[in-house]
């Protein structure tokens, strides 16, 4: 069975790998911005501010090396987006990869969408380790051969070479959205997938790239009557006319495709009324969703704001069937929190494959974990001081008053520069992939 | 009133955030802005409510008096991002008499409960340990002609009445008396569109202290924190001015009342 969370006897996280540079100067390009396993876990795609792609594979165990464990090496790097400079409205578009996501894998090819703010990729990853030899027309630095001096005919040997594996550009999805694209999410038919932006939802074929249908506007037609914002959006893991998007006022919609061609009414609308005691300046703003994601099984989805994790039941739209508190303790500091701008950090969650324990990302490199069968809760900090090879982590814990213990941190010394917003969890097994900054930090569990 | 220093301080910053984000990389994003501009909203409506405090002036007066002040702190304005931490706890504010924090004449087109805007700031202001305005047991229909209390009683506890000054620091230079001239209230007994003229004011002030920069944020693209690109020409002080007044007051009433 499939554990998630530390704490107690049955289960430890380990370090096993780190990426990145040690340097504390940290180049902004290097900044990771999303993080994503494929389906089979073998492989683990990471973004950057810089547009560029990293993805690593993890290596065969091998019985020559028990220990290693399926480590993740570099595969392929590529560059994705470039910096663009839309002339008309005098907008630089960013490079910074806001988004991967995978799809299912059909033959040897691997392919995955990368998008930034305005432009959507489709791209091909395939192997080569196969090269003809022996052409006729050109010899094998590739010069072409003097006609006249070929008296016989051959034919090309498929001779082995060195891996080789190339990225290429297979479709190029642009200039659907006004607004900056926040979410891009494949469809279980895996021939269509959904684009979101701040006020409008697109409907792709991923063979179709000169148009798409729109799904959902939300854009007043007068805008200083906006209210709302699109944040996230997500299909159903199993029924393809199915997805959810979540807004800035913290509610969730769940539409249905055979409804109506736009998308705009809801089918259900999820939405937890408000505690009135809690209000403030900033309950609008930490009630803004950053992330939303179905469950494996399709029947709950989870959703992240500034403070909380929430699972709903796709059945009961009133409020959450879970609650959890990521940082309670933030709540009090909300004030200064606006100040530099840290409130507006989007962090994501995610599942892990068995749907019993959810991981969410905090600041001062911490990250916590909550299993839902036990409800017991885990804060671990990736860093460089608890690195040594299959190191336990040490859960972390934050003193929110009265004396701190020994090993205890203070709120007040915490670094929210040092913020984890990406994680993902490998679909079958406990390795989990977590963002820092610009290193990404993987953990597995304890081998036995 | 520490509320009312927390409330004009958030303003300040958020004005600063609204202003930042022209000039960041990637365009104006449109969730941060809307949120910031949610907390504006928010925040200018805590701090006004206490300026109807029964006084009618005349909008002229008010406007005056508001230019005059504006010019003596123009060289005072730094941007609101590179504000310190707020002081914390300021003296003298715990004894800010309920009569003086009365923000209930205020008298608000979509009949907000004004009584319930006292409410945030101190939720906000825990981390400073905030003293809880007067609470909703207010008296909500508000004092017609009611005169300012004497504000003796809080030495310092007011900023100047000059609303959304950007990012002004002096927030205790203002003698009572001058702060009672400036006051622009207008008749309590609710008549509806006195406000919002106010507001016009002090947003072409707004406008004017950031010289052509909001005329940038408005028209520049479409994706404004709350206005269209194509909603006529881009570029005039003027025009944005009637777009930032026309923003601000859809959204007082898209507010759940505080």
């Known amino acids: 069975a499939m554990a998630g969370v530390g704490g107690g006897n049955d289960f430890q996280w380990c370090f096993s790998q780190v990426k990145g540079a040690i340097d504390e100067d940290v180049a ?45 090496n570099v595969y392929s790097t590529f560059q994705s987006h470039e910096p663009e400079f839309d002339y008309l409205k005098s907008l630089e578009i960013e490079e910074k990869i806001n988004k991967i996501r995978w799809l299912p894998q059909q033959n040897a090819a691997h392919f995955l969408l990368s998008t930034n703010d305005k432009t ?67 469809n279980s038919d895996h021939e269509t997938y959904l684009s979101a932006d701040d006020l409008r939802i697109n409907l792709w074929h991923l063979e179709i790239t000169d148009r798409s249908f729109n799904i959902v506007d939300i854009k007043p037609a007068n805008m200083e009557e906006l209210t709302e914002v699109i944040t996230a959006a997500e299909c159903h893991p199993h029924q393809c006319n199915v997805f959810v998007y979540s807004s800035s006022k913290g509610t969730i919609r769940l539409c249905d495709m055979r409804a109506a061609a736009l998308c705009d009414r809801h089918s259900k609308f999820f939405e937890e009324p408000e505690d009135p005691s809690s209000r403030s ?68 969650c995610c599942w892990n494959g068995s749907d019993s324990a959810i991981m969410t990302g905090s600041y001062n490199n911490f990250f916590r974990m909550f299993d839902r069968n036990t409800r017991r809760d885990i804060t671990l900090e990736a860093s460089r001081e608890n690195s040594k090879p299959r190191a336990i982590l040490k859960p972390r814990k934050v003193c929110t008053g009265g004396k701190r213990k020994k090993d205890e941190i203070s709120v007040d010394s915490l670094d929210f520069n040092k913020k984890i917003l990406h994680t993902a969890w490998h679909p079958k097994e406990n390795v989990i992939a977590v963002a820092a900054t610009n290193n990404l930090y993987i953990f597995q569990d304890k081998i036995n | 009133m520490e509320y009312k220093v927390e409330a004009h301080r958030i303003m300040s ?19 941060k802005n809307l949120l910031v501009s949610l907390v504006l909203r928010s925040a200018r409506q805590v701090y006004l409510s206490d300026y109807y405090g029964g006084v009618c002036f005349s909008a002229q007066q008010v406007e005056s008096k508001e230019w005059e002040l504006m010019d003596a702190e123009q060289n005072k304005l730094r941007p609101a ?102 006051t622009p209230t207008p008749d309590s007994s609710g008549a509806a569109e006195e406000p919002e003229e106010m507001e016009t004011g002090n947003v072409s002030n707004l406008i004017t202290i950031f010289g052509s920069s909001f005329s940038g944020l408005l028209s520049k693209d479409d994706t404004p924190p709350a206005s269209e690109g194509e909603d006529g020409d881009s570029g005039s002080g003027q025009i944005c001015c009637d777009q930032m007044l026309k923003n601000l007051n859809p959204w007082t009433t898209a507010i759940v009342a505080f």
């Open chain 1, 120 to 186: 959507i990729k489709l791209w091909k990853i395939s192997e080569r380790d196969k090269r003809a030899e022996g052409y006729n027309l050109k010899d094998e630095d590739g010069r072409l051969r003097d006609p006249f001096r070929i008296t016989s005919l051959r034919v090309p040997v498929l001779m082995p070479m060195d891996l080789m594996v190339e990225a290429s550009p297979r479709r190029i999805f642009a200039n659907a959205h006004t607004y900056h694209i926040n979410s891009i999410s494949v």
């Open chain 1, 28 to 72: 902004e390009a290097d900044i990771i911005s999303t993080v994503e396993f494929n389906y089979s876990g073998d492989l683990l795609a990471t973004g950057d501010k810089g547009g560029r792609v990293v993805i690593f594979q993890r290596e065969q165990e091998s019985k020559n090396r028990p220990l290693s464990r399926g480590e993740y």
């Open chain 2, 81 to 182: 991002a590179e504000e310190g931490p707020a002081p914390q706890k300021d003296a003298g504010l715990g004894d800010a008499t309920p009569v003086a924090d009365e923000p209930t004449s205020q008298p608000q087109a979509d009949g907000e409960s004004p009584a319930g805007a006292q409410q945030p700031p101190a939720e906000a202001d825990a981390e400073t340990g905030g003293t809880s305005p007067a609470g909703p047991a207010e008296d909500q229909t508000g004092g017609g002609g009611r005169a300012l209390p004497d504000e003796a009683g809080t030495p310092g506890a007011h900023s100047c009445p000059t609303r959304k000054r950007g990012a002004e620091k002096s927030h205790h230079a203002c003698s009572p008396q001058k702060r009672t001239k400036v």
């Open chain 1, 281 to 348: 300046f900033f309950s609008e703003i930490i009630s803004s969703i950053s992330d939303v994601k179905f469950s494996h099984s399709g029947r709950y989805m989870m959703t992240r704001d500034y403070l909380s994790v929430k699972v709903w039941d796709l059945n009961m739209e009133n409020r959450p069937v879970e609650t959890y508190q990521v940082h309670e303790y933030l709540r009090s500091k909300l004030c200064s929190l606006y100040e530099n701008d840290c409130i507006f950090d989007k962090f994501e």
């Open chain 2, 13 to 31: 910053i958020s004005l600063g955030k609204i202003y930042n984000s022209r000039v960041q990389r990637g365009g104006i994003k449109l969730h």
